[in-house]
C-alpha cells in the first residue's frame, strides 16, 4: 500500500514564501516504483473541494500548473528520494489549504485528477493578509 506523507507547512503572511515536501513509500498497486509514475500537489480549501495544483512528469522535464498558481509555484522531484517538493512564493491569503500529493493523472482538458486510492494526511498551509 502506498503511503504518502506531505510536511513543510505553516502561517506565513502574505508574500512570504514555503516550501512542501512529499516522501512517498509503500508498494503501488501497479507494482512500478514511484519514480515512473506523474506526481501533483492537490490543495482543498475549507468548504470547497480538493483541486489540483500542479505537477510534475516522471523525469522531471515537464511541469503543469494550475492558472492560480502559475509563476508564483514550482514543483520538484527528487526520484532517489521518493519525495516531490512543491516551492510556494508570493503567498495570497486565497492559498490558504490543506496540501496533498498525489500520482496525477490528466483527464479532458486541463483537468488533473489523483490516481492513488489513499492520500497521506496532507499539510496545513494558512496565509495571513
Known amino acids: 500500500q502506498v503511503q504518502l506523507v506531505e510536511s513543510g507547512g505553516g502561517l506565513v503572511q502574505a508574500g512570504g514564501s514555503l516550501r512542501l515536501s512529499c516522501a512517498a513509500s509503500?508498494?503501488?498497486?501497479?507494482?512500478?516504483?514511484?519514480?515512473?509514475?506523474?506526481m501533483g500537489w492537490f490543495r482543498q480549501a475549507p468548504g470547497k473541494e480538493r483541486e489540483f495544483v500542479a505537477a510534475i512528469s516522471w523525469s522531471g522535464g515537464s511541469t503543469y500548473y494550475a492558472d492560480s498558481v502559475k509563476g508564483r509555484f514550482a514543483i520538484s522531484r527528487d526520484n532517489a528520494k521518493n519525495t516531490v517538493y512543491l516551492q510556494m512564493n508570493s503567498l495570497k491569503p486565497e492559498d490558504t489549504a490543506v496540501y496533498y500529493c498525489n500520482a496525477a493523472l490528466k483527464s479532458s482538458g486541463s483537468s488533473w485528477s489523483p490516481l492513488f486510492g489513499s492520500w497521506g494526511q496532507g499539510t496545513q498551509v494558512t496565509v495571513s493578509s
Open positions: 509503500g508498494r503501488t498497486f501497479s507494482g512500478r516504483p514511484f519514480s515512473t509514475y506523474t
